[in-house]
């Protein structure tokens, strides 16, 4: 069975800095690997995904994803945060399997801006 | 038309009550889904909805009664709730194929209180 670990609960970082949020995961092939971000009393939005080919991948809103398979990891990276970023941001992983139309959701890291 | 919208917004419900939540897509998706978000949680899958069928149920207690009646609706049915059935329910859709299914498109949710 796939599993996802974020192993931050919450990251507190100025604006304007670099943003750098851990996501590893667990699955016997390559999965499919996804950021989701979600604003306050928002539902969720996609921002990247990977599903083979090039390792880093970008995405919207600046934000860009390295997978490592070595390191079974996903981090997602942003090179300078705005305000508006603060959110909560979820990694999902998804087997490969056709017929198991499953996202399976890390815990979130909550992202809040300092000015 | 890229959005997906879910109606009502809050809903209060006593213990015997029945109500029904609706979602709504118009972008052509074939498939669609129901999760439910507590707070601070990341969404757990309920119902997979796959060409109007019910392809996957998360072993969801049967208050909950999902309903697709067709390619652009998706209901859920709600009978009985219990106070711990409060949450956030999340309707989401996506095209079909392997590796569509996991870029999923989110409503904006309801936000359920059972008293």
């Known amino acids: 069975a796939q599993s996802v670990t974020q192993p931050d609960i919450h990251i507190t970082v100025s604006e304007g800095a670099s943003l750098e949020l851990r996501c590893n995961y667990s699955?016997?092939?390559?999965?499919?690997l996804f950021w989701y971000v979600q604003s306050p009393g928002q539902g969720l939005q996609l921002l990247l995904k990977?599903?083979?080919?090039?390792?880093l991948v970008q995405g919207i809103k600046g934000f860009e994803a390295e997978f490592k398979r070595s390191q079974s990891s996903f981090n997602l990276r942003k090179p300078s945060v705005h305000w508006s970023d603060a959110a909560e941001y979820f990694c999902a992983v998804a087997g490969t399997n056709f017929g198991n139309e499953k996202l399976t959701f890390g815990t979130g890291t909550r992202l809040t801006i300092i000015p | 038309d890229t959005e997906v919208t879910q109606t009502p917004k809050h809903l209060v419900m006593g213990m015997t009550n029945k109500k029904s939540l609706k979602c709504e897509q118009h972008?052509?998706?074939?498939?669609m889904y129901w999760y439910k978000q507590k707070a601070k949680k990341p969404p757990e899958l309920m119902f997979v909805y796959s060409y109007e069928k019910l392809s996957i149920n998360e072993s969801v207690p049967s208050r909950f009664s999902p309903e697709c009646p067709n390619s652009s609706l998706l209901n859920l049915h709600l009978h009985a709730l219990q106070p711990e059935d409060s949450a956030l329910y999340l309707c989401?859709?996506?095209?079909?194929?392997?590796?569509?299914?996991?870029?999923?498109?989110f409503g904006p949710g309801t936000r359920l209180t059972v008293t």
């Open positions: 699955y016997g092939a390559t999965p499919y």
């Open positions: 989401a859709s996506s095209h079909t194929g392997t590796s569509n299914y996991y870029e999923q498109y």
């Open positions: 972008m052509g998706h074939r498939a």
């Open positions: 990977y599903f083979s080919g090039d390792t």
